[in-house]
Nanobody, 118 residues
Framework: HVQLVESGGGSVQAGGSLRLSCSAS?????MGWFRQAPGGKRKIVAT??????FYGDTLEGRFTISKDDSTNTAYLQMNNLRPADSGIYYC?????????????????WGQGTQVTVS
């Protein structure tokens, strides 16, 4: 079965940028990220399906999701980061069907990567 490996998290000052990567061990149809802030529920950040992107609320054009189909790798470019963007970012994937905003539809999860904006 497909597995996901995430990289690219870290600590940055407000206004800075980070780029997350998520490498899948096999082909996927939908990939994306959820964010979980301390004590909060996981919320959709962005998804991509055949190069069509969807973004969650409050991003205001600061984040860009992309995917390299040749390497089964998705990327999340995060610019002008704010403290409210902090949390654990989980990469998710589906191997059939489209993308969803509810986490229950994603059977494949990465290990999560911490993003801290101060």
């Amino acid at each position: 079965h497909v597995q996901l490996v995430e990289s690219g998290g870290g600590s940055v000052q407000a206004g800075g940028s980070l780029r997350l990567s998520c490498s899948a061990s096999g082909a996927t149809r939908c990939m994306g990220w959820f964010r979980q802030a301390p004590g909060g529920k996981r919320k959709i950040v962005a998804t991509i399906y055949f190069h069509r992107a969807f973004y969650g609320d409050t991003l205001e054009g600061r984040f860009t999701i992309s995917k390299d189909d040749s390497t089964n790798t998705a990327y999340l470019q995060m610019n002008n980061l704010r403290p409210a963007d902090s949390g654990i970012y989980y990469c998710v994937a589906r191997t059939e069907g489209g993308c969803y905003t509810n986490e229950i539809h994603y059977p494949i999860w990465g290990q999560g990567t911490q993003v801290t904006v101060s």
